[in-house]
């Protein structure tokens, strides 16, 4: 079995010296069916441009990839802030309870847990309350843990680099550079 190939031009590349062509591909036999994609047909386009998945347009690289880099920079900077969070948590005095569901009933109103009562009995088998707690980003102690143990100055500085990466994300992904490509 094989594949009839047949192309046709549907645009010129963003440099003008090539082509955007769109590949029809139909099997010679009844089982497979026929499909189409879109090829940059020029050598200096397809190094900085590539074509979306599905076809619908062509996405300049260095603006793509300078939008995922920032993405990946906001990401660090919210790990950064949870780090921070989670490494004060273990010097915050915890009240201590009677029984285990008053403790999860803590953590979970605390935001410091997010699992099943069933859950957190299974993990406080062999861990302790304050092992357990993972504090996040929105979490509602958050406030109180700062107040307490946690330095002001060093959380809002983490704050407010990861707003601003946050923006940044935000322009750059703006930033991508795209040209629709014509249905046919
Ligand atoms: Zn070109």
């Known amino acids: 079995m094989g594949w ?12 003008g010296q090539g082509k955007i062509a769109r590949e029809h591909h139909s099997p010679d036999n009844p089982w497979s069916s026929s499909h189409e994609s879109v090829e940059i047909s020029c050598t200096i386009c397809e190094k900085s441009w590539q ?3 599905g076809g619908s347009e062509l996405v300049e690289r260095a603006s793509r990839n300078a939008s995922r880099e920032a993405e990946k920079a906001y990401e660090k ?3 950064s802030i949870s780090d921070y969070l989670n490494s004060i948590l273990s010097e915050y005095p915890l ?13 979970t109103q605390a935001g ?3 699992g099943k009562i069933g859950q957190y009995r299974y993990a406080r088998r062999d861990a302790e309350m304050a092992d357990i707690a993972v504090v996040r ?8 843990l700062i107040g ?11 704050l407010l680099q990861s707003q601003a990466a946050k923006k940044n994300a935000a322009d750059k992904a703006l930033a991508v550079k795209t040209i629709k490509i014509p249905s046919k």
């Not at 190939?5 to 440099?15: E, R, S």
């Not at 009240?95 to 953590?107: C, D, I, V």
């Open 77 to 79: 900077s919210m790990n």
């Open 95 to 107: 009240p201590s309870f009677k029984t285990q569901k008053e403790e999860f009933a803590y953590l």
């Open 112 to 114: 410091l847990y997010d």
């Open 137 to 144: 980003i929105d979490s509602l102690i958050v406030p109180k």
């Open 4 to 15: 009839e190939i047949y192309t046709h031009d549907i645009a010129d590349c963003p440099c």
């Open 148 to 158: 307490k143990v946690g330095n002001a100055d060093s959380y809002n500085a983490l």
């Open 51 to 53: 074509v979306s998945y």
